[in-house]
């Protein structure tokens, strides 16, 4: 069950695009920040008597460990005109109504074969949004004058607004155009599903390359596919099936304190065991020798080096490009210099899409 509260708004700041965050001051005298998403409960001014979700915050969540804004009871009557009759958020009291690509793509008896829809395109599949940034910046590295968009699933956050490194990207130039698909929303196209947002990529965008991966905040429950992280091997498949080219990063790390996820993480092995069923391109940054045997001696022992692509990948000096670019990158609160093969490893799968595109 959730948890709300009634609150008052003792000042305000701006979160990002189309956000705020709200200084709260609850009627029992606590105070906490609250993030006020305006597509879905409008602006908030100070003092504004407003319903908030505890949620997060009362569980002790990390990423996702933020009160929310529900509902302005200052405002009796919340108007946000959109076109479109796609429902995001379906059967919710928070749904919402936008115009998706898909509705303005072919008819279906027009459609024809769409298997080589994407004409080879490479599509970098991810699984942790933290991936996002080093993906884009080796490409881009690669690749300056590709045309390179971006595609936020579900499987995490929904406002693509909720993302920082979304609107560094866009602000320098790494994302020509975003896309959210299933109930995530707010990007510059909206898309029902994976594989419209995949085909929009292409025919709207005229996508170079494809980045597709949730925003912030995967969940995890410990096991073996009970992750969002899982949805990667869903956008390998739909990639391959529509003629693109798939590059899956592999999620690698050694300061994590869990085992499960020391060198190649069970995520990544799950994903591909389990789900993937077309043959996909694994970059492996070239590392220390003691670190590179665990990869990929992993990557033998659970049968991906047979039925992939390993690609090894040359990449160091990413690790600077990563650390100056202006924006703090980290993952589970690590940066670049406690997790270099993570972000390498992202890099590399960017670097690799640059150098592949249109060649399967």
């Known amino acids: 069950m959730s948890d709300y509260r009634k609150a008052s708004v003792t000042e305000v700041k701006t979160w990002g695009s189309n956000m705020q965050l709200a200084i709260l001051e609850f ?16 602006k908030v001014k100070v003092s504004d008597e407003v319903i908030v979700n505890t949620t997060a915050v009362d569980l002790g969540l ?4 933020y009160h929310f804004v529900l509902w302005n009871l200052s405002n009796q009557v919340l108007v946000t005109p959109t076109s479109g009759h796609i429902m995001k958020l379906r059967y919710t009291p928070v749904q919402m109504n936008v115009s998706a690509i898909e509705e303005l793509l072919e008819e279906p008896d027009e459609a024809g074969d769409l298997s080589e ?15 996002l940034l080093p993906a884009a910046i080796g490409y881009k590295k690669e690749k300056p004058d590709g045309r390179l968009i971006y595609i936020m699933t579900d499987g995490g956050a929904l406002p693509i607004n909720f993302s920082k490194t979304v609107d560094f990207l866009k602000n320098n130039k790494y994302l020509e155009y975003t896309i959210t698909c299933g109930h995530a929303f707010g990007g510059d196209l909206e898309a029902v599903n994976i594989f419209g ?7 709207v965008c005229r996508a170079d390359a494809v980045i597709a991966v949730m925003g912030p905040g ?8 009970g992750f969002s992280g899982m949805e990667q091997s869903t956008i390998v498949n739909a990639t391959a099936s529509l003629g693109g080219t798939p590059v899956a990063i592999p ?3 050694f300061h994590d304190h869990r085992d499960r996820h020391r060198g190649l993480s069970h995520h990544t092995v799950a994903a591909v065991k389990y789900g993937i069923r077309a043959r996909s391109y694994i970059p492996v940054p070239v590392m220390e020798e003691e670190k590179e045997e665990v990869v990929l001696a992993q990557l033998r022992e659970n049968g991906i080096d047979a039925e992939h692509d390993i690609e090894r990948i040359s990449c160091g000096e990413m690790v600077d490009v990563i650390k100056c670019c202006g924006f703090g990158a980290t993952v589970m609160g690590r940066g ?25």
């Open 218 to 225: 995967i969940v995890g429950t410990g096991s073996a596919v």
């Open 117 to 131: 829809a994407l004409s080879g395109v490479p599509v970098v599949a991810g699984s942790v949004h933290s991936q």
């Open 27 to 42: 009627v029992d005298g606590e105070r906490g920040e609250g993030v006020v998403i305006e597509e879905l409960a409008g």
């Open 197 to 203: 947002a995949l085909i929009a990529a292409k025919r």
């Open 336 to 360: 670049v210099d406690k997790e270099p093969e993570y972000f390498m490893a992202a890099a590399a799968a960017g670097i690799l899409a640059a150098r592949t595109g249109g060649e399967r």
């Open 251 to 253: 999620r690698i790390a």
């Open 62 to 65: 990390g990423s996702g460990g």
